[in-house]
């Protein structure tokens, strides 16, 4: 069964950090892109980075030079690891943060190309 667990999401004052963590169980993950995404109220759901495989990332340009993402390398382990670190938050920060996976993502940055998500966590950045 695919699990994707998301933690480490919070209140926080603007300027502050965060670090989000995503367990991925159930399949091979070190062979798929690992993406985040958020959705703030009334809106659609955003990307906001994504690594692939080979250790390739991109980031959607609000958070450039601000967030970083990372994943374990560890092989062939039964829980897959991928981590945000969130740094200089701003108020419009504040959303739902969602992990997701997918096998072959060829842009990284559609919700399209992900095949399993997590349930999300509230990050809420006060001003």
């Known amino acids: 069964q695919v699990q994707l667990v998301e933690s480490g999401g919070g209140l926080v004052q603007a300027g502050g950090s965060l670090r989000l963590s995503c367990t991925a169980s159930g399949r091979t993950f070190s062979s798929y892109a690992m993406g985040w995404f958020r959705q703030a109220p009334g809106k659609e759901r955003e990307f906001v980075a994504a690594?692939?495989?080979?250790?390739?990332?991109?980031?959607?340009?609000s958070v450039k030079g601000r967030f970083t993402i990372s994943r374990d390398n560890a092989k062939s382990t039964a829980k897959y690891t991928v981590v945000l670190q969130m740094n200089s938050l701003k108020p419009e920060d504040t959303a739902v943060y969602y992990c997701?996976?997918?096998?072959?993502?060829?842009?990284?940055?559609?919700?399209?190309?992900?095949?399993?998500w997590g349930q999300g966590t509230q990050v809420t950045v006060s001003s």
């Open positions: 997701a996976a997918g096998i072959r993502p060829t842009t990284l940055i559609r919700t399209t190309e992900y095949d399993y």
């Open positions: 690594i692939n495989w080979s250790g390739r990332y991109t980031y959607a340009d």
